[in-house]
T-cell receptor, first 111, second 116 residues
Framework: SQQGEEDPQALSIQEGENATMNCSYK?????LQWYRQNSGRGLVHLILIRSNEREKHSGRLRVTLDTSKKSSSLLITASRAADTASYFC???????????FGKGTKLSVIP | NAGVTQTPKFQVLKTGQSMTLQCAQD?????MSWYRQDPGMGLRLIHYSVGAGITDQGEVPNGYNVSRSTTEDFPLRLLSAAPSQTSVYFC???????????????FGQGTRLTVV
């Protein structure tokens, strides 16, 4: 069963704009991870936020985590055409060895 | 700096045929896993392994077998291919202090399998 669910399913923005995508999950977690997948390629890890962290930055990426609402958001600032990809959140359940993924948000950045 | 290597990249099978998808990693990761990715379904876990000699089922294990005789290799076997197994398959590995999922997972480039 899906643990995380991303929202929106698809997002189209102009280059230079910010992109925000959200992830909701169902059970308690140790951490939440975001991945990017370019068309026809494997997934690439972007950022991991632990359950005791509220916000984390990496370059143009900002991730927040609200464990009380069981939700996370990924913000990409000053988007570029190269950011066009699908973005997935992934969560290992507490005590679980299974990393489960949402269905992803497909981001299109128009030059 | 190979990371996770999957072979083949593309494969067409006839219904009922068997085959093995290969996955190898050179990072000495204990944890390895197989996912399938279907349109609109995201990634679903097939099988995983926490170390050599130890495997377990994920969300969608039926029709697939795995074994882990070495740390480096984690092959996925399709016993009798069915059209429903048409998908893109990804292998991943990770190593985390205390728990293998406390750090990032590294993915291979995928195997696109078509069963006709």
């Amino acid at each position: 069963s899906q643990q995380g669910e991303e929202d929106p399913q698809a997002l189209s923005i102009q280059e230079g704009e910010n992109a925000t995508m959200n992830c909701s999950y169902k059970t308690s977690i140790n951490n939440l991870q975001w991945y990017r997948q370019n068309s026809g390629r494997g997934l690439v890890h972007l950022i991991l936020i632990r359950s005791n962290e509220r916000e984390k930055h990496s370059g143009r990426l900002r991730v927040t985590l609200d464990t009380s609402k069981k939700s996370s958001s990924l913000l990409i600032t000053a988007s570029r055409a190269a950011d066009t990809a699908s973005y997935f959140c992934a969560t290992p359940g507490a005590g679980s060895y299974q990393l489960t993924f949402g269905k992803g948000t497909k981001l299109s950045v128009i030059p | 700096n190979a990371g996770v290597t999957q072979t083949p990249k593309f494969q067409v099978l006839k219904t009922g045929q068997s085959m093995t998808l290969q996955c190898a990693q050179d990072m000495n990761h204990e944890y390895m896993s197989w996912y399938r990715q279907d349109p609109g379904m995201g990634l679903r876990l097939i099988h995983y392994s926490v170390g050599a000699g130890i495997t377990d089922q994920g969300e969608v294990p039926n029709g697939y077998n795995v074994s882990r005789s070495t740390t480096e290799d984690f092959p996925l076997r399709l016993l009798s291919a069915a059209p429903s197994q048409t998908s893109v398959y990804f292998c991943a590995s990770s190593y985390g202090t205390g728990h293998p999922l406390n750090t990032e997972a590294f993915f291979g480039q995928g195997t696109r399998l078509t069963v006709v």
